[in-house]
T-cell receptor, first 112, second 116 residues
Framework: QKEVEQNSGPLSVPEGAIASLNCTYSDRGSQSFFWYRQYSGKSPELIMSIYSNGDKEDGRFTAQLNKASQYVSLLIRDSQPSDSATYLCAVNEEDSNYQLIWGAGTKLIIKP | ETGVTQTPRHLVMGMTNKKSLKCEQHLGHNAMYWYKQSAKKPLELMFVYNFKEQTENNSVPSRFSPECPNSSHLFLHLHTLQPEDSALYLC???????????????FGPGTRLTVL
């Protein structure tokens, strides 16, 4: 099975700064890429989906996809303490009938 | 009710018990999923149903038995579980099981299962 890799963190970022989260994947046939946010004790919540190379912006969030280098990143501008959570990267895998393969998540802490 | 709902939210059971988890989606989606989430580990896909038909079973032990009576409801029947099965069980749904837009998955709140 292919893998999705994320730095487990914690990643500590001052309030108001840009938080940068990275994810690498191994399946070159992957076509769908997702970022989820998960607060402690809660279920994952979809933040962004991206399907083509380049940037996709939604409010304070920007997803960046580079298929040639096999990475996808999430930028959070003007970070708020409420952004403190674990961020999960998910990528569909061509060889497994396009199941989503999940990273273990990066814990983000926004310090006031 | 909106989104994806799951009941019960918490469940404690002995190894000899039989229990069922229920999931219902109110999004009009065609695909439903069961995931297991253990501490410090990535989400593990257990089962996938697309248009009520099971399409994936990721080598899940037979003590877990899924049921999908229609495209809105999904059950996970549990029997003779082991303590290592204690985890958060998540249900999700998506519009399609494709390779593009429409396969975003939306999760229910989960069932926190403890096996004694």
């Amino acid at each position: 099975q292919k893998e999705v890799e994320q730095n487990s963190g914690p990643l500590s970022v001052p309030e108001g700064a840009i938080a940068s989260l990275n994810c690498t994947y191994s399946d070159r046939g992957s076509q769908s890429f997702f970022w989820y946010r998960q607060y402690s004790g809660k279920s994952p919540e979809l933040i962004m989906s991206i399907y083509s190379n380049g940037d996709k912006e939604d409010g304070r969030f920007t997803a960046q996809l580079n298929k040639a280098s096999q990475y996808v990143s999430l930028l959070i501008r003007d970070s708020q303490p409420s952004d403190s959570a674990t961020y999960l990267c998910a990528v569909n895998e061509e060889d497994s009938n396009y199941q989503l393969i999940w990273g273990a998540g990066t814990k983000l802490i926004i310090k006031p | 009710e909106t989104g994806v709902t799951q009941t019960p939210r918490h469940l404690v059971m002995g190894m000899t018990n039989k229990k069922s988890l229920k999931c219902e989606q109110h999004l009009g989606h065609n695909a439903m999923y069961w995931y297991k989430q253990s501490a410090k580990k990535p989400l593990e896909l257990m089962f996938v149903y697309n248009f009520k038909e099971q399409t994936e079973n990721n080598s899940v032990p037979s003590r877990f038995s899924p049921e999908c009576p229609n495209s809105s409801h999904l059950f996970l029947h549990l029997h003779t579980l082991q303590p290592e099965d204690s985890a958060l069980y998540l249900c999700a749904s998506s519009q399609d099981r494709g390779t593009g837009e429409g396969d975003e998955q939306f999760f229910g709140p989960g069932t926190r299962l403890t096996v004694l």
